[in-house]
């Protein structure tokens, strides 16, 4: 059974840290492409960063509005993903969602999301 289960969303101020995480279980981790999305309130679902698989290099992207800000990483021997997120704004207040691809078959999965709320 395929799962991708997210935590470490909550309510932070301005400026704040969290980190996100995303276990996965149930298919071979290593060779997917992983991703975080994010859902603000009222807004579209938008890519957030990606990291390739480990067969070509982990290779990371990011959203021009979080470049620099946050960091996606992974741990293949914990099957996690990870989304460190400083300077955190309230523009960034959404649901969090992992997303995991296999870039040659095309099986997809997706988690149940995270709040991130950023709020004085």
């Known amino acids: 059974q395929v799962q991708l289960v997210e935590s470490g969303g909550g309510l932070v101020q301005p400026g704040g840290s969290l980190r996100l995480s995303c276990a996965a279980s149930g298919f071979a981790f290593g060779t997917y492409r992983l991703s975080w999305y994010r859902q603000p309130p009222g807004k579209e679902r938008e890519l957030v960063a990606g990291i390739s698989s480990s067969h070509v290099g982990g290779i990371t992207n990011y959203a021009a509005s979080v470049q620099g800000r946050f960091t996606i990483s992974k741990d293949n021997a914990k099957n996690t993903v990870y989304l460190q997120m400083n300077s955190l704004r309230p523009e960034d207040t959404a649901v969090y969602y992992c997303?995991?691809?296999?870039?040659?078959?095309?099986?997809?999965?997706w988690g149940q999301g995270t709040q991130v709320t950023v709020s004085s």
């Open positions: 997303y995991a691809v296999n870039v040659w078959s095309k099986d997809a999965y």
